[in-house]
């Protein structure tokens, strides 16, 4: 079919099935931000958007005086940015797409845009084409890529005098925005565009839907390609391919649309803080909670972290993104290529989360119980109801519950003051 630049005709189009199957992804916030590594990759505009007191104060304290962000370029080296070892990094996390921040609110490109001049990362910096390296190396080891790119640029001038007009001009969008959407989709072909700063003028202002009919009609990604839903005030959660609704957003029901579920391990930044501290990191646990929570509830989870301005992933977040990986290892079964299932999460508690695959359905419990019994009621057994423990070899024994549902006797695990932190899924076959 062909898709008219019209929301109605966009959004009938069916999102590429790898989009769902695919549930895990990583999400990389870099750019110059990662720079000054303080408060959070909108360093800029706190800086010298809003004038915040302490963001001058740490300038002051750490940079030569008459200082400009634009003097933060030539500091942003990614000298041991090795897109091999991300690669291998995403993929052992457990991974299948990642997305790659081409260009926050600052403007910054991580590639040479022939409409960002000096400022990007082959003219300036590291002097290296970030996005299509990552791409490469990606691409080697069968993941998918995905490009953040972001509509608007806080103090590009153009875009300020668009704004000026309110948004009756479109120098910016015409000169700047889309030359790079296009010029992105052209050279590196991605498998998904994650959209952004687009809240503070209407879709006609960007030309969304042209762009996006020009992607689903006539781009060489046409037929596999999957956006989110920032293209325009009051867009978000309602137009585009999946949604993505609000950073962090949980949405407590089945949504009736696919959505994305985006996270960060520093719970305070998305782009490298060097202040952070080991309390500001999710621990395995949540992590794991929030990833089980959304695809239950047929979400994709989108985890970021945020690299030093050398291209370093810190060893803490590589540890977490491994524990996420080891965890989907065991229990990946539960997870890619699920669909939910007719109940969610148990009612009595939100320990225990439900996916299932055609007949097959799991039962994923976040704690262990005490007396190694798992009372399940929702789950409707029959004579033939087979249980195993993703990870453990074996049947496992259960009887029909008293009330309803059906109570599993679990592996005796071996004792321990602190139960055991992580979430393990149960297969059951033959239940309604």
């Given at each position: 079919?062909?898709?008219?630049?019209?929301?109605?005709?966009?959004?009938?189009?069916?999102?590429?099935?790898?989009?769902?199957?695919?549930?895990?992804?990583?999400?990389?916030?870099?750019?110059?931000?990662?720079?000054?590594?303080?408060?959070?990759?909108?360093?800029?505009?706190?800086?010298?958007?809003?004038?915040?007191a302490?963001?001058?104060?740490?300038?002051?304290?750490?940079?030569p005086?008459?200082?400009?962000?634009?003097?933060?370029?030539?500091r942003?080296?990614?000298?041991?940015?090795q897109?091999?070892?991300?690669?291998?990094?995403?993929?052992?996390?457990?991974?299948?797409?990642v997305?790659?921040?081409?260009?926050?609110?600052?403007?910054?490109?991580?590639?040479?845009?022939?409409?960002?001049?000096?400022?990007?990362?082959?003219?300036t910096?590291?002097?290296?084409?970030?996005?299509?390296?990552?791409?490469?190396?990606?691409?080697?080891?069968?993941?998918?890529?995905?490009?953040?790119?972001?509509?608007?640029?806080?103090?590009?001038?153009?875009?300020?005098?668009?704004?000026?007009?309110?948004?009756?001009?479109?120098?910016?969008?015409?000169?700047?925005?889309m030359p790079?959407?296009?010029?992105?989709?052209?050279?590196?072909k991605?498998?998904?565009?994650w959209?952004?700063g687009?809240?503070?003028?209407?879709?006609?202002?960007?030309?969304?839907?042209?762009?996006?009919?020009?992607?689903?009609?006539?781009?060489?990604v046409?037929?596999?390609?999957?956006?989110?839903?920032?293209?325009?005030r009051?867009c978000?959660?309602?137009?585009?391919?999946?949604?993505?609704?609000?950073?962090?957003?949980?949405?407590?029901?089945?949504?009736?649309?696919?959505?994305?579920?985006?996270?960060?391990?520093?719970?305070?930044?998305?782009?490298?803080?060097?202040?952070?501290?080991?309390?500001?990191?999710?621990?395995?646990?949540?992590?794991?909670?929030?990833?089980?929570?959304?695809?239950?509830?047929?979400?994709?989870?989108?985890?970021?972290?945020?690299?030093?301005?050398?291209?370093?992933?810190?060893?803490?977040?590589?540890?977490?993104?491994?524990?996420l990986?080891?965890?989907?290892?065991?229990?990946?079964?539960?997870?890619?290529?699920?669909?939910?299932?007719?109940?969610?999460?148990?009612?009595?508690?939100?320990?225990?989360?439900?996916?299932?695959?055609?007949?097959?359905?799991?039962?994923?419990?976040?704690?262990?119980?005490?007396?190694?019994?798992?009372?399940?009621?929702?789950?409707?057994?029959?004579?033939?109801?087979?249980?195993?423990l993703?990870?453990?070899?074996?049947?496992?024994?259960w009887?029909?519950?008293?009330?309803?549902?059906?109570?599993?006797?679990?592996p005796?695990?071996?004792?321990s003051?602190?139960?055991?932190?992580s979430?393990?899924?149960?297969?059951?076959?033959?239940?309604?």
């Amino acid at each position: 079919p062909r898709y008219r630049p019209d929301w109605a005709s966009l959004d009938a189009r069916p999102l590429p099935a790898w989009f769902d199957r695919a549930k895990v992804g990583v999400f990389v916030h870099w750019g110059v931000f990662s720079v000054p590594a303080w408060g959070s990759e909108w360093f800029w505009w706190h800086w010298q958007g809003e004038h915040d007191a302490a963001y001058e104060r740490f300038v002051r304290r750490r940079f030569p005086p008459g200082t400009s962000y634009a003097d933060f370029a030539p500091r942003f080296t990614a000298h041991d940015f090795q897109p091999r070892q991300w690669a291998q990094l995403f993929q052992r996390a457990g991974a299948r797409y990642v997305v790659l921040t081409t260009k926050h609110h600052e403007g910054f490109t991580n590639w040479g845009s022939p409409v960002a001049w000096n400022w990007n990362s082959v003219d300036t910096g590291p002097h290296r084409d970030l996005v299509g390296e990552l791409g490469e190396a990606l691409r080697e080891s069968n993941l998918r890529y995905g490009l953040y790119h972001s509509l608007m640029e806080w103090f590009n001038p153009l875009y300020l005098a668009d704004k000026q007009s309110g948004f009756k001009t479109q120098s910016f969008v015409l000169k700047k925005t889309m030359p790079e959407l296009y010029d992105l989709v052209l050279r590196y072909k991605p498998d998904l565009i994650w959209s952004d700063g687009d809240w503070e003028a209407p879709d006609s202002y960007w030309n969304s839907t042209s762009f996006l009919a020009w992607l689903y009609n006539n781009s060489p990604v046409k037929d596999a390609v999957v956006v989110n839903d920032r293209w325009g005030r009051g867009c978000s959660c309602r137009h585009g391919g999946f949604y993505n609704c609000a950073d962090k957003y949980r949405p407590g029901t089945l949504p009736d649309h696919k959505w994305e579920m985006c996270s960060s391990l520093d719970k305070l930044s998305w782009g490298y803080r060097s202040n952070m501290s080991l309390a500001e990191v999710m621990d395995e646990m949540s992590m794991i909670e929030e990833l089980v929570q959304t695809v239950s509830l047929g979400g994709n989870y989108l985890l970021n972290v945020g690299p030093t301005k050398e291209g370093v992933i810190a060893p803490i977040f590589q540890e977490r993104l491994l524990a996420l990986g080891r965890w989907l290892d065991t229990n990946g079964e539960a997870i890619y290529e699920s669909q939910p299932w007719r109940v969610q999460m148990e009612n009595t508690t939100d320990t225990v989360w439900y996916t299932s695959k055609g007949p097959v359905v799991f039962a994923i419990f976040l704690l262990w119980p005490r007396d190694s019994e798992l009372h399940l009621s929702s789950p409707i057994p029959s004579p033939g109801t087979q249980v195993t423990l993703l990870g453990y070899s074996g049947t496992l024994k259960w009887q029909k519950s008293p009330g309803k549902g059906m109570l599993i006797t679990l592996p005796y695990m071996l004792p321990s003051p602190l139960p055991p932190q992580s979430g393990w899924a149960v297969k059951l076959e033959g239940v309604k």
